[in-house]
């Protein structure tokens, strides 16, 4: 390439990095911009999902072969509990019908138990910055952005951050931008506050807002609060690791243990509706 | 069949790897940039405009991965890209210290460049320890696996031929 081909080559890369950066730094959106993105995320999508599902049937095929003692052995054991669990099952059903029917007889307002759909993780994304969770299930599964998701344990992971057909992205807890309104699970103290993510490897995320005098002590268990429309009350968070004077002794923040281990998520369950 | 589409091809690849494979696969936790690493590579082999398309395209993958259209990853791989191909031709290309030493300036500038352009990123992280926990591992791991994908290129590609030009 000559010398006067490469100056014109870099000029017209210029020219089109500033007009690139000037679209990406004010927020402008082109429609047909959005075709083109929903397009080819939703053609990359299927190859994805069969390339996790190769992956996952080789390790546990791999993992089966070397240990089938150990996987007999958890076998047994998983029956057994399965058997004593099916016996405390039962119990328990009786105390649900008692429960309603106390319930009723009180006439408090009956707990609906959340509409929730199982996903898989299909894969992470792909930016060190960006902490998200690729799962396989997508708008043709009544996924909608905003859509609060739990672990398998019950605590929040995350929530729907962008949906494709057939996949969906869930922004994580820890990601900085990410916030849920919490509150400290305890009957005598119902301390409010924001937590919020700080991009760390420990998974600790800070609780602030909270007002100076509430009674917050380390160990408690914080829920999400329910006083936005987009999470339900008395999700698990995580729990108080240390508690900090914040705003020059106007409130105070606190570090909060995150529960869910995400990196070693997966499955998610997804809660459509609440 | 056509370079740039293999190379297009290849990139698409390099994204499903890096969401999958590399996102499952992650000693100490750490989750190495599969693209960068790609068109860094094909840069450094193919010369500045071969390098510009790779860097455009895989950016631009990875932005559509990311819920935007074009964003950080287009407008700072681009000019990577560019920069990386711009060696070609002045190095030997059985050189095998080339490739780990461009990869990791690359990952440096491309981490600092992101937190540098995203707003929620530059006033909220503590810049030593993202430096340290963070930037400096992903960049060794690129660098280690540059080595490995140069020498595929380069065997496959290039056939080992040990020339300057193309």
Sequence with gaps: ?????????????????????????????????????????????????YFTKIYDSTVTYWKGLFNVNKVLKQNRFLEEKNASLRLE???LESYKKENERLRKLLSFKEQIPYTTMGAKV??????????????????????????????????????????????SQV???????????????????????????????????????????????????????????????????????EINSDNYGLSLSAQIKLYSTINTIEEVLVIKDF | MNRNLIFTLILIAGLILQVT????????????????????????????????????????????????????????KVPLGFLS???????????FLLPPSVAFSASIIYHFL???????LMFNINYWTAFTKKILPVSIYNAVLSLLIYYLFYKTFYNGERYYEK
Excluded: C
Excluded at chain 1, 138 to 143: A, K, L, R, V, Y
Excluded at chain 1, 193 to 204: A, E, F, M, P
């Design chain 1, 122 to 167: 299909i894969g992470f994304s792909p930016s060190l910055w960006e902490n998200k969770l690729i799962i396989d299930k997508g708008s043709n599964d009544g996924i909608f952005n905003k859509m609060p998701v739990v672990s398998y344990q019950g605590s929040l992971v995350g929530n729907i951050d962008y949906v494709g057909s057939s996949s």
């Design chain 1, 171 to 241: 922004s994580l807890i820890y990601d900085p931008e990410f916030m849920v309104g919490g509150i400290v699970s305890r009957n005598e103290s119902r301390a409010v506050g924001v937590v919020r993510g700080q991009l760390n490897d420990k998974k600790i995320n800070i609780m602030e807002k909270i007002s100076w005098d509430a009674d917050i002590k380390k160990g408690d268990v914080i829920v999400t609060s329910g006083f936005s429309n987009n999470y339900p009350k008395g999700l698990p968070i995580g729990e108080v690791l």
């Design chain 1, 89 to 91: 099952n039962s119990i």
């Design chain 2, 114 to 120: 992101t937190i540098f352009l995203t707003e929620h």
């Design chain 2, 85 to 95: 191909g711009l060696l070609e031709g002045h190095f030997y290309k059985g050189n």
């Design chain 1, 1 to 49: 390439m000559g010398s006067k081909g490469r100056l014109i080559l870099v000029l017209i890369i210029a020219v089109i990095l500033i007009l690139v950066g000037l679209l990406y730094f004010f927020n402008i959106n082109i429609h047909y911009f959005q075709y083109a993105e929903r397009g080819i995320y939703n053609l990359l999508s299927p190859p994805i999902e």
């Design chain 2, 21 to 76: 494979l590399f996102s499952f696969l992650t000693p100490w936790n750490i989750r190495p940039d599969f693209l960068l690493v790609i068109i860094v590579v094909i840069s450094i082999l193919e010369g500045p405009r071969t390098g510009l398309l790779v860097g455009f395209l895989g950016g631009l993958l990875q932005d559509v991965f990311l819920g935007g259209f074009i964003s950080v990853n287009t407008i700072i």
